[in-house]
């Protein structure tokens, strides 16, 4: 089922403030702090992706089901953007095949973002996307969401192979503060890496704030490895082959008229799936 990527259990994910630092007895007993928090974050978003795409037969209105898969579509496009912000230009400088794996990561990112801006774009009813099956939407974003957690896991233990304990740490964090300021929707067609990349996810970050506040869209905090390690709760390498299935078909009141958008909540068009190049 999606979502079901290893089986440790998670709950609540209290804030916790990074400037405390990394706690010694925890860094003694858990993967590299980076490890710790790429994985955690990958846990928390295939359960995301769980509970909206099981909205359609769960959620108890229409409002439900909007919040659940705004909240994984804002928090998986601000991760996949702090990756290509953060472990994209270390990757390059730092690994012996590095282009390699910028180009794979950046090309199956795009993907899940295309996939990503397909379902926000069938969720607001737009006329493109409205002919799409649900099952078909969600089985799409799941088979690239678990091709993207692969790419990311083996950036991550190779960067583990060839950096320190400290620089490894350090990318975590800068992750984390990333993702605080990083865009809140997948836009595919923009530049991702280079000077071009930093531009654009910054011109689109502002962007989609604005509309963050216009529309009142919650928007999740990124996940905290070390409070996550406290509790021992964080995600270690496991199998996401059970990403991917889809749900099952939408019925009831609670998944009825999706395909209109709730009042004073539609978003325009050209800031899901039509950005500029």
């Known amino acids: 089922m999606l979502g079901q990527t290893t089986g440790h259990r998670l709950e609540a994910l209290e ?35 769980r509970k909206a795409s099981a909205a359609f037969t769960t959620a108890t209105g229409r409002r439900d089901v909007y919040r659940l898969t705004d909240t994984f579509l804002a928090s998986t496009s601000m991760h996949l953007a702090a990756v290509n912000a953060v472990l994209l230009p270390a990757a390059k400088k730092h690994l012996p095949d ?11 990112c795009r993907r899940l973002e295309l996939a990503l801006s397909q379902t926000k774009a ?11 099956l649900w099952e078909d939407v969600w089985q799409h974003v799941g088979r690239e969401f678990g091709a993207n957690i692969q790419l990311e896991r083996a950036l991550v233990d190779d960067l583990m192979d060839h950096l320190d304990t400290v620089a490894l740490d350090r990318l975590a964090t800068r992750i984390y503060r990333t993702e605080l300021r ?62 991917g299935s889809p749900p099952r078909k939408a019925s009831g009141a ?16 050209d800031r899901t799936t039509h950005d500029p190049a």
């Open 15 to 49: 804030p916790h403030d990074r400037t405390r630092g990394f706690c010694p007895e925890v860094m003694s007993t858990m993967h590299d702090t980076l490890d710790a928090a790429v994985h955690a974050t990958h846990e928390v978003l295939a359960e995301r992706l």
């Open 98 to 108: 590095g282009p390699a794996h910028v180009r794979a990561v950046v090309r199956q």
């Open 182 to 243: 990083s865009p809140t929707r997948p836009h595919p067609y923009t530049p991702h890496t280079g000077l071009s990349g930093r531009v654009s996810r910054r011109a689109w970050a502002s962007a989609d704030r604005f509309w963050d506040v216009a529309e009142g869209r919650m928007v999740p905090e990124p996940v905290r490895a070390q409070e996550l390690s406290r509790n021992g709760l964080v995600a270690l390498p496991g199998d996401a082959s059970g990403v």
């Open 254 to 269: 609670g998944a009825d008229n999706l395909d209109s958008p709730p009042c004073g909540r539609r978003p325009r068009s």
């Open 122 to 132: 069938r969720l607001y009813g737009e006329s493109h996307a409205i002919h799409r």
